[in-house]
T-cell receptor
Framework: AQKVTQAQTEISVVEKEDVTLDCVYETRDTTYYLFWYKQPPSGELVFLIRRNSFDEQNEISGRYSWNFQKSTSSFNFTITASQVVDSAVYFCALDLDSNYQLIWGAGTKLIIKP | KAGVTQTPRYLIKTRGQQVTLSCSPISGHRSVSWYQQTPGQGLQFLFEYFSETQRNKGNFPGRFSGRQFSNSRSEMNVSTLELGDSALYLC???????????FGSGTRLTVV
């Protein structure tokens, strides 16, 4: 069965601290896609990144970086020098090839205190 | 370019009624999928359409149905509403599986 686990329900840090959000996934498929989305209080899911299973390169985008490790089935997300505007719920999701549905983790609520 | 548009944004219905939610995808996107978000169950997949064909369906009762029109706009319908159907319903459109999914702002349905 396919599953996404985000064990951290809520994380609270002070502004400018670095923070890592964990994501562990389960699938026996060899072709799959992993996503991170941000959900601010407004409710809209904002796309952050998509990774396919054949691309294990880490990625950095400004203050955001992602560490994809197939050996541990993890796709972790780090925010460097966090800001209050980063406060939101962050979701990790798995999409299997030709399945056309996202399997979601439970989300991690991130609170950045000024 | 315009994003994914969902209407209405908010809706209050009474138990037993039915409701229709609408989703207009990004221009050129032929895939539309629907998700239900509740505090208890999180985000759950409802169904996905591509060129008017349902390609996948989640584990929801038959009261939940959807369709897609030739212009890629999609509607979902919930009949005989129950209190547990209160949720944020999110629609996403995609150019293709390799492209990722863009979500709308959602329709918040409250059943009283």
């Amino acid at each position: 069965a396919q599953k996404v686990t985000q064990a951290q329900t809520e994380i609270s840090v002070v502004e400018k601290e670095d923070v890592t959000l964990d994501c562990v996934y389960e699938t026996r498929d060899t072709t799959y896609y992993l996503f991170w989305y941000k959900q601010p209080p407004s409710g809209e899911l904002v796309f952050l990144i998509r990774r396919n299973s054949f691309d294990e390169q880490n990625e950095i985008s400004g203050r955001y970086s992602w560490n994809f490790q197939k050996s541990t089935s993890s796709f972790n997300f780090t925010i460097t020098a966090s800001q209050v505007v980063d406060s939101a719920v962050y979701f990790c999701a798995l999409d299997l090839d030709s399945n056309y549905q996202l399997i979601w983790g439970a989300g991690t609520k991130l609170i950045i205190k000024p | 370019k315009a994003g994914v548009t969902q209407t209405p944004r908010y809706l209050i219905k009474t138990r037993g009624q039915q409701v229709t939610l609408s989703c207009s995808p990004i221009s050129g996107h032929r895939s539309v999928s629907w998700y239900q978000q509740t505090p208890g169950q999180g985000l759950q997949f409802l169904f996905e359409y591509f060129s008017e064909t349902q390609r996948n369906k989640g584990n929801f009762p038959g009261r939940f149905s959807g369709r897609q029109f030739s212009n890629s706009r999609s509607e979902m319908n919930v009949s005989t509403l129950e209190l547990g159907d209160s949720a944020l319903y999110l629609c996403a459109s995609s150019l293709g599986q390799y492209d990722g999914y863009t979500f709308g702002s959602g329709t918040r349905l409250t059943v009283v």
